[in-house]
């Protein structure tokens, strides 16, 4: 079964600040990476998903993703964060379909945003 | 326009009693799922089914059970077998027609028992 690795389960950010949120995943073939974001009481909207021969991936909101094959990585960026990203992010991969489809999360990050 | 409806969105149970969590969709997915979500644990997997009439246990199956008569619909119940069953429970469903279509998810139904 795959994994999921997100670093850090809160983060705090400036408005107007960058921000990073990292994701690593475990996966010896080309995986199906996705990230979400949910606000309180809410279910999962996605935010981006990954193409495949992509390594820069963008999405709605404002927020981007890069793809890196040799670190595993799938961070989600965002170069001036506003007051309404203040919310919980997970990162996701999507197993194969003898795996059922499944997606596996991260933990989640939830992002801060100061004024 | 097509979408996935949890109901309720609250619901308050006393303990020792069943409880079962609606789902439906019009997206026309084959598979479905049923996550389990608690503060500073992310999403479990609970249940999901590929295809009508059949379904497979995810992590944290026991203490709950599904069914899938049809393809629209995948309620989920929480039995009173089920030691901590206060939480937020997200159903999803899927494309299983293209590799990277993502998971589509209701609005879930936040679960008290007391």
């Known amino acids: 079964a795959q994994s999921v690795t997100q670093l850090g389960s809160h983060v705090s950010v400036s408005e107007g600040a960058l921000v990073l949120l990292r994701c690593n995943y475990s996966?010896?073939?080309?995986?199906?990476l996705f990230w979400y974001v949910q606000y309180p009481n809410q279910g999962l909207q996605l935010l981006l998903k990954?193409?495949?021969?992509?390594?820069l991936v963008k999405g709605i909101n404002g927020f981007e993703a890069e793809f890196k094959k040799s670190e595993t990585s799938f961070h989600l960026t965002k170069p001036s964060a506003h007051m309404s990203d203040a919310a919980e992010y997970f990162c996701?991969?999507?197993?194969?379909?003898?795996?059922?489809?499944?997606?596996?999360f991260g933990g989640g990050t939830r992002v801060l945003v100061k004024p | 326009d097509g979408g996935i409806t949890q109901s309720p969105k609250y619901l308050f149970r006393k303990e020792g009693q069943n409880v079962t969590l609606s789902c439906e969709q019009n997206?026309?997915?084959?598979?479905m799922y049923w996550y389990r979500q608690d503060p500073g644990q992310g999403l479990r997997l609970i249940y999901y089914?590929?295809?009508?009439?059949?379904?497979q246990k995810g992590d944290i199956a026991e203490g709950y059970s599904v069914s899938r008569e049809k393809k629209e619909s995948f309620p989920l119940t929480v039995t009173s077998a089920q030691k901590n069953p206060t939480a937020f429970y997200l159903c999803?469903?899927?494309?299983?027609?293209?590799?990277?279509?993502?998971?589509?998810f209701g609005n879930g139904t936040r679960l008290t028992v007391t």
């Open positions: 997206l026309n997915h084959d598979a």
């Open positions: 996701a991969v999507r197993e194969d379909k003898a795996a059922g489809n499944k997606l596996t």
């Open positions: 990954y193409t495949t021969g992509a390594t």
């Open positions: 999803a469903s899927i494309s299983t027609v293209v590799g990277n279509s993502p998971l589509h």
């Open positions: 089914s590929q295809i009508v009439n059949d379904f």
């Open positions: 996966s010896s073939v080309p995986p199906y």
